[in-house]
């Protein structure tokens, strides 16, 4: 379980909330005086404190080194996309393909796999947990989401970024897109890239060339595959059936932090 779902934030937050609010409506006629400042302001302050103690914000998933990479990383969910346009930029290695950056931004971009090898870098060794049980470690590069998103300018709606990938997946009606979506907390964090290397060679098909999302602190089918398009979005509610990913439109956990 995440902070983020710990019931006890929310308590600790709410009860600093509302002594503060007790205090500004039975108070008002006090507020000049410095004791009462010095009060409000060791409430605030101590909210702040809790937030940021108790937030998910910047904190990095644990990292490992070379001696601990998984020997074999599995390959798990689709190993390919059957999807026409995807199988004739496969057959030329991807050099005519180029990554959509779409929805609420002012500079919608179209990037070339040598132009994102050329924006900054992360390279991180990671551990990927299958909510089927199994891990793997792995090392993986890429280009940081978060000045992709500075170059794209996210309009002030924006509140989440929507990954479109290449994939079906079986549904009750019939095949259905492969897609993951993330808050701006997640898009602007460090170990958040499109990481187009895996374990130090371009990242094969099976995991999900050209480039696939590695978002560290969740589970392994937020690691999307096979991304082709980004879409910065208000709300999922309109996308796929309207739970922010192919996942959790069959039920399981937005979110699924680990
Ligand atoms: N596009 C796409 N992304 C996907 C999947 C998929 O089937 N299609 N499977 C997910 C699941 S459940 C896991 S565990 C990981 C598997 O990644 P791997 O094949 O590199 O191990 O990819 C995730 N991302
Ligand atoms: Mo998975």
């Known amino acids: 379980m995440t902070v983020e ?4 934030r929310r ?9 503060a609010a007790l205090m500004l409506s039975g108070c008002d006629r006090l507020s000049e005086s410095d004791w009462f400042r010095q009060i409000l302001e060791s409430v605030e302050g101590l909210n702040l404190r809790i937030q940021r103690a108790l937030g998910r914000g910047k904190e990095l998933a ?12 599995k390959v798990n969910g689709n190993d390919d996309a059957e999807d026409d346009r995807y199988q004739k930029h496969a057959d030329t290695q991807f050099a005519d393909w180029k990554l959509e950056v779409g929805g609420l931004v002012e500079q919608p971009l179209q990037l070339s796999l040598a132009e994102l090898r050329a924006l900054p870098a992360r390279t991180q060794i990671t551990r990927h947990d299958c909510v089927e049980g199994w891990s793997c470690i792995g090392k993986w590069t890429g280009a940081r989401l978060a000045p992709i998103l500075q170059q794209a300018r ?9 990954f479109h990938c290449a994939d079906t997946m079986p549904s009750w009606k019939g095949p259905q897109p492969y897609y ?14 499109l990481a187009y290397d895996m374990n130090d060679q371009p990242l094969p098909i099976a995991h999900g060339a050209p480039i696939r999302l590695r978002a560290e602190r969740h589970l392994g089918y937020k690691q999307a595959k096979f991304v082709m398009k980004l879409e910065a ?3 999922f509610r309109n996308i796929g059936d309207g739970k922010g990913s192919y996942w959790a439109d069959q039920g399981y956990s937005w979110y699924a932090g680990i």
């Open 5 to 8: 779902h710990d019931p006890t």
């Open 11 to 19: 308590r600790l937050l709410k009860g600093g909330t509302a002594a």
């Open 62 to 73: 644990p990292e490992y080194t070379a001696a601990d990479l998984s020997p074999l990383f």
């Open 154 to 162: 996210l309009k002030p709606e924006a509140r989440y970024i929507v």
């Open 180 to 193: 993951e979506s993330i808050d701006l907390d997640d898009a602007f964090h460090e170990q958040t890239i």
């Open 233 to 235: 979005v208000t709300s």
